[in-house]
Each structure stands twice: as structure tokens, then as C-alpha cells.
């Protein structure tokens, strides 16, 4: 029990950081967009850059995750997502910056989809679900502490300062990653399965529909966060309460979702209780622009749906490492890949609609999509389908 609290307390420290670096963007677009001159609709690039990057290399390097194990591809993605990260902060013009977000992306491909895979091979599926609950919710702490500590850096240093901790702090998980995580081969899991096999089980109809429903929530959830940060500085001339604030209790909001989400896993099927959040991000992004006017409604609408989003992450993560235990890893990384391309093509498309029309467009577009993600729920996936 004390071996599994350290591995997890490991793979915690990873999504901490991953969690750290894709939350903190959207506090910072205003003040990047300014330094450098551009359009502020064109910070979401970084993010679409990011996921671009994340999915081409994802459909790569799910296969050789099955093969070489799930250690070095962690620790490769770390070290990658540690000079990417400085290269960013480095970097004088956008263009660069670009290409360092998408490199940075590279890294988190290595890295994210093997931890889920590593709890499908390391931990019984009894506690499946409370673990990748419990590392997911790094993801959300990452927004409670890293983006504060990144507005605080941003506010008083230069938005550089960001990106300079995160490469550190990388290198430091790396380390601890080298010498304290257990090397568990995925190749003993997956040596018997080909090309062709993969194939086969990549246009399962169960597969196809998990995939786009993880792309139309990441499309939803990730595309319009990354304008939040954008929108409250419009908004928040009404109102004395900080953004920071505000983020830190969307953060405390994803955490509660997430933990949420384990605790209520064991007592109700993955697939009612995805659809369920699903439905209630529809409702939580539809009535969110007619609150404008009154931030401490806006607000409580902001933590549900963070805590809905990150419920509706975490169970569909757990959900997918049950669809096949032979190309697990493939699986995953694919599935991983659908929810950065889901974030891409959301951040470039709710880019457009805030230039050519507004926020409160992009938050009903938002609605429509998770309403869909909750019809393919209810009607198309099934419960406890493995595809060996």
C-alpha cells in the first residue's frame, strides 16, 4: 500500500505540472497578446498549437508505449515539455513562441497517455477509478495553485517568470521519476498485437464513439477556457473581485468534480454518470452569458461547470482504460489525442467566433456540443464492453 501511495504521488506530481502549464495560458493571453502586439483571439493559437502537436505524435507513439514500456516515454515527455517550456519564455516573437508550445505538446504526448496506461497495468481495477481520480485531480489543483502563483508572477515579474518555473520544476519531476518509478513494460501486455489488430480494435464502434465524445467535451471545456481569462477582463470592471480569484474557485470547483467523480464511480455507471455531467456543462455553458451582469451568479456558474468538466475527464479516462487491456497504451494515447485535437480545434474555432462575433456565441456553440457528447452517451455507448 505504501509502494502504491509513492507511485501515485508520482504520477500526481505529473499531471501537477501538465495541469500547471495548460491552465495557466488563459490568464495569461491578455498580458502575451499586449507584450507582443497581436490580436488578443490570436493567444488561443498557443493552445491550438499545443494540441496540434499532442495529437500527431499521440497516434505515433501510442504503439511504441505497448512495446518499450511506460517509464521512458514518461520521463522523454518530461524532459521535452522542461526545455520546450524554456525555450517559451525565451522566446522575443510569437511565431517562436508557437513552435515552442507545439514542442511542449510533444512532450505531454509522451508523458500523459502512458500515466493512464501505467494505472491500467500497475492497479486493479477495483481501485482503478479512485486512482485515476487522484492523479486527475492534479489537473485541477494545477489550476487552483499553479495559475494563481503564475498571475502573481505575471502581475509583479514579467509573464516569462511562468514558463522559466515550469521548466524547473520539470526537471525536478523527471529526476524523481528516473529513480522512484517502477518500470512496467507494456510490452508484455501488447507484444502479440500487430498493425492489423490495431486497427481492428481503433473501428470498434465502442471505440469510435468514446473518441468523439472525449473530443466534443475537450472541444467544449478546453476551447472555451482558454478564453475565460479574456472574457472576465471585460466583465470584471463591474466588480472588485480579482481574476485570480475567480480562478482559484473554478480550480476548487474542477477538484471537487474530480473527486467527485471517484468517489461516485463505484456506486454509479461510468457511462450515466459521464452522460450526467455532460448534460449539466450543456446547461452550465448556456446560461453562462446571461449572468454578465451579475459576477457572483457568473461565478457559481464558472465552478459548475469546472467541476462537471473535470468529472466528465476523469470518468471518461477510467471509462476508456476498460475497452481493451492488449493495446491499452494505444487505446489510451488515441483517446488522449481526441481530447487535445478536441481542445485544437476548439481554441482555433472559439478564436474566430470571439473575433467575428462575441464570447456569449461561443458559450452556446459550446452547449450544442456537449448536448451531443450526452446523446451519444445515453444512446450509443454501452456499459462494461471490453474488446480484447
Given at each position: ?22 491552465f495557466i495560458i488563459s490568464p495569461l493571453i491578455p498580458s502575451i497578446t499586449s507584450n507582443l502586439h497581436i490580436a488578443a483571439g490570436n493567444g488561443g493559437y498557443m493552445v491550438s498549437f499545443y494540441s496540434i502537436f499532442y495529437v500527431i505524435f499521440t497516434f505515433v507513439l501510442g504503439p511504441l508505449s505497448d ?322
Amino acid at each position: 500500500m505504501k509502494k502504491q501511495l509513492h507511485i501515485i504521488s508520482l504520477l500526481f506530481l505529473v499531471f501537477f505540472l501538465i495541469g500547471c502549464d495548460t491552465f495557466i495560458i488563459s490568464p495569461l493571453i491578455p498580458s502575451i497578446t499586449s507584450n507582443l502586439h497581436i490580436a488578443a483571439g490570436n493567444g488561443g493559437y498557443m493552445v491550438s498549437f499545443y494540441s496540434i502537436f499532442y495529437v500527431i505524435f499521440t497516434f505515433v507513439l501510442g504503439p511504441l508505449s505497448d512495446r518499450i514500456g511506460r517509464k521512458p516515454m514518461i520521463i522523454i515527455g518530461i524532459v521535452v515539455f522542461s526545455i520546450s517550456s524554456l525555450i517559451t519564455g525565451i522566446a522575443g516573437n510569437f511565431p517562436i513562441i508557437l513552435i515552442a508550445r507545439g514542442v511542449t505538446g510533444v512532450g505531454a504526448a509522451f508523458a500523459a497517455p502512458n500515466i493512464w496506461a501505467f494505472i491500467g497495468d500497475y492497479f486493479d481495477q477495483s481501485i482503478r477509478g479512485k486512482v485515476t481520480a487522484a492523479v486527475a485531480s492534479a489537473l485541477s489543483l494545477g489550476l487552483v495553485i499553479g495559475v494563481p502563483i503564475g498571475t502573481v508572477i505575471e502581475q509583479n515579474l514579467k509573464w516569462q517568470e511562468c514558463f522559466y518555473v515550469l521548466a524547473v520544476f520539470a526537471l525536478v519531476v523527471a529526476t524523481l521519476l528516473l529513480f522512484w518509478l517502477p518500470n512496467i513494460n507494456g510490452a508484455k501486455r501488447a507484444s502479440g498485437v500487430k498493425g492489423k489488430e490495431y486497427r481492428e480494435i481503433l473501428m470498434q464502434p465502442q471505440v469510435v464513439y468514446s473518441y468523439i465524445t472525449t473530443f466534443l467535451i475537450n472541444f467544449a471545456n478546453f476551447g472555451l477556457y482558454t478564453f475565460l481569462g479574456y472574457w472576465l477582463k471585460q466583465q470584471i470592471r463591474q466588480t472588485m473581485l480579482p481574476i485570480s480569484v475567480i480562478f482559484i474557485l473554478a480550480g476548487i470547483g474542477n477538484l471537487t468534480g474530480v473527486f467527485l467523480s471517484g468517489v461516485l464511480s463505484g456506486k454509479i455507471s461510468l457511462k450515466k454518470l459521464a452522460a450526467s455531467m455532460s448534460l449539466i456543462l450543456a446547461v452550465a455553458f448556456v446560461t453562462l452569458p446571461f449572468w454578465r451582469l451579475y459576477m457572483p451568479i457568473t461565478v457559481v456558474d464558472i465552478v459548475i461547470w469546472m467541476a462537471a468538466g473535470g468529472a466528465a475527464f476523469s470518468v471518461m479516462q477510467t471509462f476508456v482504460t476498460q475497452i481493451s487491456k492488449k493495446a491499452r497504451g494505444t487505446v489510451l494515447a488515441i483517446n488522449n489525442g481526441f481530447m487535445w485535437m478536441g481542445t485544437a480545434v476548439g481554441s482555433a474555432v472559439i478564436s474566430i467566433v470571439i473575433d467575428k462575433w462575441s464570447f456569449p456565441v461561443a458559450a452556446y456553440i459550446c452547449a450544442c456540443l456537449a448536448a451531443v457528447a450526452w446523446l451519444i452517451l445515453k444512446f450509443k455507448l454501452k456499459e462494461n464492453i471490453e474488446i480484447q
